[in-house]
C-alpha cells in the first residue's frame, strides 16, 4: 500500500464530500466502486491493484486521502499522475475556501441566542450554560463586527484624534496628568504612574475588573511588578491562582516523515503561574485609587482634541448616555486590539497579524483521568491545517479544580478574511472533545475568554507610531506582542520599568510631543527578528497549502529546542534570545530540514522575506552595540544623570530609551 495523495477538503460536511465523490465525480478510470467512507478506482484486470480514496472528519473539517493497492505489475495500469491532478483540481471546483461572515442581526426584537442560532448552534448551546452568557456573546459579536470594520476599510480609519486651535478653551492646568482609556492593561501602568504621584483618571467601557480572558505568567516575568513595588512577594501570593509544575508543547506530527517528528517539550518554568485576572485587577485598581487616581467605568471614549497644552478627551457613560470630558496633559490608549487611536495614528495599517483566539474557565467536569492540574498544556495540536487555519491549543490549571482552555491560530489580516470569533467558537465547542476526552454537557462552564492579540511585523524600533502629541499607545494597541506565546500583558509587566521610566522622565520635563513619546516603547529586535515564525503559522488567503505543512515547520523548531539545553528553550520562548543563540538556531533549522527555507518563501514571499532581512539587520546592529557599549555607556549614563537630565532633557530622554533598547533587544 503507498500513499499517493493527502489533502485537505475545507468544509465540516464531510457527507458532501463523501456524496460528491461517489455520484459526481467522474474519474478517467474504468471502474467506480462506493465505500463507506469514499471510493474504490479499479483497474482492469481487478487483480493488477486499485486506488482507495477515503475521507474522514475532524476539528470540524475533511481530509481526503489516496492510497494505491498494488501487486508487483500495477502501477503501470494507471497514469496516476494524471487522476491526482484531476481529483485535485475537480475537488478544490466543488469545494473552494470559504470564509463565513457573522449575519447582520437586530437584537430590539430578539436575543443575541435566538439571532445566532441558526448560524451557530453549538456557540449558541454553551454560551447558554455560562453566567454572563448574553453578555459575553453579545461582546464577541460587537468585537468580531468592529474588528471587522477596521480591516475592511483600512484605508479610512475613523478619525477619533483632533487638533484643537481654540487657545482660549486650554488652561495651563489640566485636571489630570494622565488620562487612560482601556482598564484592563491600562490599569496595572495607571497604578505604577500614580504611586509616583501624578494625577490619573482611568476610562473603562465595561464594569471594572470584568475580564475576558485570563492571564498566565512566570515567576520571573512577574518579578518586575515586585521590584516597582506594585507589589509585595506577598501581594503577589494573593492573585496566584494556580500554580503548575510543568508544562508540555507537543504538535500533531502523524503525517510529518520520521524526521520531521519531534518528541515533547517541556517547559516548567513558561507561564506556569495562572493569574486571578479580576483579582489582579481589582488590586491595582485599589492601588491606584489609594494614591488620588479615580476611574470611571462603563464609560466609552469618542474623541481626543490635542492642543498646546492639554488633551482634552470626549467621553458618554454608557450607563445614563450622557457626554462626559475630562482633559489631562497626556492620554494613554491601552484599548487594545480594536483601538480607533491605533488605528487613525497607523494609517488604517495597524497590525500586520492577528490571533483570534477563544476559549472558557471550566471549573468541572472532567473526568480525572482526562488531566492533572499540576501541568499545563503552553502550545498543542491534535491535527492538521483546518479550513485555512493551524488550530493551536493552551491548557493552563486554573485553581480549585478549575482549567482554562485557549484555542487560537495565527492569521493575516485581509479584508475578506479577518478571522472570525464566532467561527472559531463553534470549532471550539465542537472539536473540545477531540482535545480531551469529556462529555460537554457535563462541563461546568464558569468564564468565557476570547479576543483578538494584534501583532506587527517590525523591521526596526521607529517604523511603527505608537505616539501622537500627548498620545502614546501601550500593550495591545501598540501592537507588539511575541510570536511565540506572550501577548500584550506578557509584554506590557517585561517591559513595564522601562515604559514607566521613559514615561515619568517625559513627564517632568512635559516632554510630550510626537518626536518624544515616540521613544516609549516596548520594541524588542530580538521579539521582531522572530516575526518570520509567525508567518510561518500563517495560511494566506485564497492560498492551499498541504495540511500538514505547519505542523512540519512548528516540529522542526520545537524538536530543536528539546535537543537544547533546558535554559536554551526556556531563553527562546521568553523572547530573551540573542543575537548568536537564534542565528545559531536558525541555521541548525535549515540543516535539519532543508526544505523549510522554500516553505518560508512560499508562504511569506519575497516581499515580506526582504523586510525579514531588514528585521535581523536591526538586530544584528543592536548585538554589535551592545557589544561595543555594555561595558561603559550604562555606568557612563547613570554618572551624568545629575547634569544632563537637567541641561539636555530631551537628549537624556533618547539615551536612556537606548540603554532600555540595548538590554532587552540583545538578550535580557
Not at 16 to 44: F, H, N, Y
Not at 366 to 372: G, Q, S
Request: proline share 6%; net charge neutral.
Amino acid at each position: 500500500m503507498r500513499e499517493i495523495l493527502y489533502i485537505e477538503v475545507p468544509t465540516p460536511d464531510i457527507d458532501a464530500v463523501r456524496t460528491w465523490l461517489q455520484e459526481t465525480w467522474q474519474p478517467q478510470i474504468q471502474t467506480k466502486i462506493a465505500t463507506p467512507d469514499g471510493i474504490r478506482l479499479q483497474s482492469s484486470p481487478p487483480s493488477d491493484g486499485e486506488l482507495s480514496i477515503f475521507v474522514w472528519t475532524v476539528q470540524r473539517t475533511t481530509y481526503l486521502k489516496m492510497f494505491l493497492w498494488d501487486s508487483k505489475n500495477a502501477a503501470p495500469k494507471y497514469n496516476i499522475p494524471r487522476i491526482k491532478k484531476q481529483l485535485v483540481q475537480d475537488i478544490r471546483q466543488a469545494f473552494p475556501p470559504q470564509y463565513p461572515q457573522p449575519p447582520e442581526i437586530d437584537l430590539s426584537h430578539q436575543s443575541i441566542f435566538e439571532a445566532l442560532a441558526e448560524y451557530y448552534p453549538q456557540t449558541v448551546k454553551y454560551f447558554q450554560k455560562f453566567p454572563n452568557g448574553e453578555y459575553d456573546l453579545n461582546r464577541v459579536y460587537w468585537w468580531e463586527k468592529r474588528w471587522r470594520e477596521s480591516v475592511r476599510k483600512p484605508q479610512q480609519p475613523k478619525e477619533v484624534i483632533f487638533r484643537d486651535s481654540n487657545t482660549d478653551s486650554n488652561p495651563d492646568n489640566p485636571e489630570y496628568d494622565l488620562i487612560y482609556v482601556g482598564g484592563a492593561l491600562g490599569v496595572i501602568h495607571a497604578a505604577v504612574m500614580a504611586e509616583k504621584g501624578y494625577r490619573v483618571l482611568l476610562i473603562e467601557r465595561l464594569p471594572f475588573g470584568r475580564m475576558n480572558r485570563e492571564w498566565n505568567i512566570s515567576r520571573d516575568e512577574f518579578q518586575s511588578l515586585i521590584n516597582l513595588g506594585l507589589f509585595t512577594p506577598e501581594d503577589f501570593e494573593t492573585v496566584i491562582a494556580a500554580e503548575y509544575k510543568d508544562g508540555f508543547n507537543k504538535f500533531f506530527d502523524a503525517y510529518n516523515p520520521d524526521h520531521l517528528k519531534a518528541p515533547v517539550l517541556h517547559t516548567p518554568k513558561v507561564l506556569n503561574i495562572a493569574i486571578d485576572a479580576e483579582k489582579l485587577l481589582k488590586f491595582c485598581g485599589n492601588k491606584l485609587l489609594e494614591a488620588g487616581g479615580e476611574i470611571w467605568d462603563e464609560t466609552e471614549f469618542i474623541r481626543a482634541d490635542i492642543s498646546k497644552n492639554q488633551v482634552k478627551v470626549q467621553l458618554v457613560n454608557l450607563a445614563s448616555k450622557e457626554a462626559q470630558q475630562a482633559t489631562g496633559r497626556l492620554l494613554i490608549d491601552a484599548m487594545g486590539t480594536a483601538s480607533p487611536i491605533a488605528w487613525q495614528l497607523n494609517g488604517g495599517k495597524a497590525f500586520n497579524s492577528v490571533c483570534p483566539t477563544v476559549g472558557a474557565v471550566i471549573e468541572k467536569g472532567f473526568a480525572p483521568a482526562v488531566w492533572d492540574e499540576q501541568y499545563g498544556d503552553v502550545l498543542n495540536s491534535h491535527g492538521d491545517i483546518s479550513r485555512g487555519r493551524q488550530l493551536i491549543w493552551e491548557l493552563f490549571p486554573a485553581g480549585n479544580g478549575e482549567l482554562t482552555f485557549y484555542l487560537f491560530h495565527y492569521h493575516q489580516v485581509h479584508p475578506e478574511n479577518p478571522g472570525s470569533l464566532l467561527e472559531m467558537y463553534e470549532d471550539f465547542f465542537t472539536i473540545l472533545p477531540e482535545y480531551r476526552r469529556c462529555n460537554m454537557d457535563e462541563l461546568v462552564w464558569k468564564k468565557a475568554t476570547f479576543g483578538y492579540i494584534p501583532g506587527h511585523f517590525s523591521t526596526s524600533s521607529s517604523d511603527r507610531t505608537v505616539a501622537f502629541d500627548r498620545i502614546l499607545a501601550i500593550g495591545d494597541a501598540a501592537s507588539l506582542q511575541s510570536p511565540l506565546i506572550f501577548t500584550g500583558f506578557g509584554s506590557l509587566v517585561r517591559n513595564l520599568d522601562r515604559l514607566t521610566t521613559l514615561l515619568d522622565t517625559a513627564l517632568k520635563h512635559n516632554l510630550l510631543t510626537l518626536e518624544n513619546l515616540n521613544q516609549i516603547r516596548a520594541y524588542q529586535s530580538n521579539i521582531s527578528v522572530t516575526w518570520l515564525f509567525s508567518k510561518g503559522m500563517m495560511v494566506p488567503t485564497h492560498k492551499v497549502l498541504p495540511p500538514q505543512r505547519i505542523n512540519s515547520m512548528l516540529n522542526t523548531f520545537f524538536g530543536l529546542l528539546e535537543a537544547q539545553p533546558k535554559e536554551v528553550a526556556d531563553t527562546f520562548i521568553k523572547d530573551r534570545t540573542d543575537w548568536w543563540t537564534f542565528t545559531r538556531l536558525a541555521l541548525i533549522a535549515a540543516r535539519k530540514n532543508p526544505a523549510l527555507l522554500w516553505w518560508i518563501w512560499e508562504m511569506a514571499g519575497s516581499q515580506d522575506l526582504l523586510k525579514w532581512l531588514g528585521s535581523y539587520w536591526a538586530f544584528t546592529v543592536d548585538a554589535v552595540r551592545k557589544s561595543l557599549l555594555s561595558s561603559w555607556f550604562p555606568g557612563w549614563l547613570k554618572e551624568s544623570q545629575s547634569w544632563m537630565e537637567k541641561k539636555y532633557p530631551g537628549m537624556w530622554l533618547k539615551l536612556l530609551s537606548l540603554s532600555y533598547q540595548l538590554k532587552y533587544s540583545a538578550g535580557r
